[in-house]
């Protein structure tokens, strides 16, 4: 193999957590309070919301909940291409 990649490289794969996770929650209220801190205590970063099946533990969903006001990465869908 050539080049800078290497095995247990993940380039972008590790966030880190705000909070211990939430097990149990059944309640959607205590979610969006728990952005709206962390958006509050980290108002220039990227934050996500990842989702787990607690019955075949495995991850069903991720969401980008917030992203900062100076992030220039950020195109219009009418700017986006697929080619």
């Not at 290497?6 to 929650?25: A, I």
């Not at 209220?29 to 801190?37: D, F, G, H, L």
């Not at 509050?40 to 991720?62: G, T, W």
């Amino acid at each position: 193999m050539s080049g800078g990649v290497t095995c247990n490289y993940f380039d972008n794969r590790y966030w880190s957590m705000w909070k211990l996770p939430m097990f149990g929650c059944t309640d959607g209220a205590q979610v969006v309070t728990e952005i709206k801190a962390c958006t509050k205590a980290f108002p220039d970063a990227y934050i996500r919301l990842v989702a787990f099946d607690n019955v075949k533990q495995v991850q069903c969903s991720l969401l980008l909940v917030h992203r900062p006001t100076g992030a220039k990465d950020h195109q219009s869908p009418e700017k986006r291409s697929v080619a």
